[in-house]
């Protein structure tokens, strides 16, 4: 870009100018693409009987359903699928700004103070947790027949969580819902912290509950 206006913005997104940023053969190299910016959390729906994790994967970058599922695809039907699906969620968070800072998978369900409990006696995994701006919740169906829904709960908005089909819930509710759309407990979660070009290293815990 030897041609280009030393007094214009740089292309770069900086709003500096080219002779001081990019163009400046001695001067810091910034980004050469624009940082994502952090969206505050908007309830996003979603439009397939399995689309909830499409629809929290949306509200986690904060885009809509349709540009999150051109993205990362439809939910996996294999094993192997499932690998390639979740290669493709975590750089469709990256590129976004987002990562996963924990995970904590269970084998049987609890309720939200056990899961807290869990969460308290691991140092790190706690701390984690109380740096992450979101997370995704798991949770069981109390029919057991339906596969696995997930919600999201956001940070500045601690007592509700957006659940992408039923919309937001008080967190203290959550596991009370009567109907067919009601939830036994909790299968784990996913903790998101909003760092851009920053990467996290992701603790994951599995757990023997019940």
Same mark, same amino acid.
């Given at each position: 870009?030897?041609?280009?206006?030393?007094?214009?913005?740089?292309?770069?997104?900086?709003?500096?100018?080219?002779?001081?940023?990019? %163009?400046?053969?001695? /001067?810091?190299?910034?980004?050469? +693409?624009?940082?994502?910016?952090?969206?505050?959390?908007?309830?996003?729906?979603?439009?397939?009987?399995?689309?909830?994790?499409? /629809?929290? *994967? /949306?509200?986690?970058?904060?885009?809509?359903?349709?540009?999150?599922? !051109?993205?990362?695809? *439809?939910?996996?039907?294999? #094993?192997?699928? !499932?690998?390639?699906?979740?290669?493709?969620?975590?750089?469709?968070?990256?590129? +976004?700004?987002?990562?996963?800072?924990?995970?904590?998978?269970?084998?049987?369900?609890? #309720?939200? #103070?056990?899961?807290? *409990?869990?969460?308290?006696?691991?140092?790190?995994?706690?701390?984690?947790?109380?740096?992450?701006? +979101?997370?995704?919740?798991?949770?069981?169906?109390?029919?057991?027949?339906?596969?696995?829904?997930?919600?999201?709960?956001?940070?500045?908005?601690?007592?509700?969580?957006?659940?992408? *089909?039923? %919309?937001?819930?008080?967190?203290? @509710?959550?596991? +009370?819902?009567? %109907?067919?759309?009601?939830?036994?407990?909790?299968?784990?979660?996913?903790?998101?912290?909003?760092?851009?070009?920053?990467?996290? @290293?992701?603790?994951?815990?599995?757990?023997?509950? %019940?």
């Amino acid at each position: 870009m030897d041609n280009f206006p030393v007094n214009e913005p740089c292309p770069c997104g900086s709003g500096v100018k080219y002779k001081k940023c990019h %163009g400046h053969p001695v /001067a810091e190299m910034r980004p050469s +693409r624009r940082l994502p910016v952090y969206e505050p959390i908007k309830l996003v729906r979603q439009e397939h009987v399995d689309g909830c994790a499409i /629809a929290t *994967a /949306a509200m986690v970058a904060g885009i809509s359903y349709r540009e999150t599922l !051109a993205a990362i695809g *439809a939910r996996p039907t294999s #094993d192997e699928s !499932a690998a390639i699906y979740l290669t493709r969620e975590g750089k469709f968070f990256n590129d +976004r700004g987002w990562w996963v800072s924990a995970q904590l998978v269970l084998k049987t369900t609890v #309720d939200l #103070d056990a899961l807290d *409990a869990l969460v308290e006696r691991d140092v790190k995994m706690s701390k984690a947790v109380k740096n992450a701006q +979101r997370l995704r919740v798991f949770l069981a169906f109390s029919d057991g027949k339906k596969p696995d829904h997930s919600v999201i709960w956001d940070k500045d908005n601690e007592n509700v969580v957006y659940d992408p *089909a039923l %919309g937001v819930i008080p967190i203290s @509710q959550l596991l +009370r819902l009567p %109907g067919e759309q009601s939830y036994a407990g909790t299968l784990g979660f996913m903790s998101f912290t909003f760092q851009p070009e920053k990467p996290i @290293q992701t603790l994951i815990s599995q757990e023997m509950s %019940g």
